[in-house]
């Protein structure tokens, strides 16, 4: 079922950046494919420079070999040959009131040298505005809910909890966003087969475009100032401060031999760090901190409004 799985994600790939194109309409992905020396490959797939979307990329890659020993160890399993494959995307746009945008949807096994097999699914797909909105927040999420409720009632409010948990930045006692759903090790002992959880994964990767686009139209033609892009670098700071630090995908993939080139591509082409940077009190960048908290129902929109 492997190569079904696989096919799939680069058909996701193929959709998805033919969608962000016709959005941004001014640029193009460029592709760069590889090889990895320990096994497998991928595409690589960039655009820089667009009406909308300053610097984004939409990766596919497919890679195998054996397994490294502090990897066996962190998951908990024996020595192994591995299959690992996915499309992760991360989008960072021009317009600071249009938001940063992550989403990976992936499928791994391992094989031991015994004989024994294990299989997952992981992804999940997270925001992060720089300058969070009550209404978007709560299409973004209404949207993810309809996917997980359509497979099963107790995903949204589980993988919800998740996202928060995961795009938490531990040193700055902030959310990396307003979070998402966020998933891993999905395999039988969740009482569901492997071809129901994927078509779990499949409707999670089919409804990046359709939420994203509608950002990109939303949002990319309010104005802003230069305050307004400093904000957006400092923010870009607290991303880049996370996926260095705290995330597990980037390790994996630097500890496995992983394109360095293709991993390190969720990174902003401009980011910022002040010193102790205190926004001015009551302004939208104090409103934005405040809201970068655990746990916010941002649905039914019940919590207490700064």
């Known amino acids: 079922m ?3 799985i696989t096919d799939w994600f680069k058909s996701l790939q193929d959709s998805i950046c033919l969608e962000l194109e016709k959005a941004d309409g001014l640029e193009k992905f460029h592709e760069d494919l590889w090889e990895r020396e320990g096994g497998g490959g991928g595409r690589t797939r960039v655009i820089r420079n667009g009406a909308i979307i300053e610097k984004g990329g939409v990766n596919f890659s497919a890679v195998h ?3 490294a020993e502090n990897i066996s160890k962190a998951l908990g399993l024996p020595q192994s040959d591995f299959y690992a494959t996915g499309v992760s995307i991360v989008l960072h746009p021009k317009n600071p009131m249009v938001p940063i945008i992550h989403m ?59 996202a928060d948990d995961y795009f938490y930045i531990k040193h700055r006692n902030e959310t990396r966003g307003i979070g998402g759903v966020f998933f891993d090790r999905l395999n039988e002992q969740r009482g569901k087969t492997k071809e129901q959880l994927f078509e779990f994964v499949k409707d999670v990767g089919s409804s990046f475009a359709p939420i994203y686009t509608h950002f990109m139209a939303k949002n990319s033609l309010l104005n802003f100032t230069a305050e307004h892009v400093k904000w957006q670098k400092l923010r870009r700071g607290r991303y880049v401060e996370f996926n260095l630090v705290w995330d597990k995908g980037t390790k994996f993939g630097l500890d496995t031999d992983g394109r360095t080139e293709s991993i390190l591509m969720s990174l902003p082409p401009e980011a910022n760090w002040e010193y102790d940077y205190q926004p001015e009190k009551g302004s939208a960048e104090e409103s934005t901190l405040k809201s ?10 019940s919590y207490d409004r700064i």
């Open 2 to 4: 492997k190569e079904k």
């Open 292 to 301: 970068l908290k655990k746990g916010k129902e941002w649905i039914n929109l």
């Open 104 to 162: 990976n949807v992936r499928y791994f096994e391992t094989t031991s040298k015994t004989g024994d097999s294990t299989w997952w699914f992981g992804g999940g797909i997270d925001l992060t505005p720089h300058y969070v909105d009550e209404n978007d927040a709560h299409y973004f999420h209404s949207e993810l809910k309809k996917v997980c409720d359509k497979h099963d009632s107790a995903y949204y409010s589980e993988f919800k909890k998740w």
């Open 65 to 67: 070999g054996s397994l």
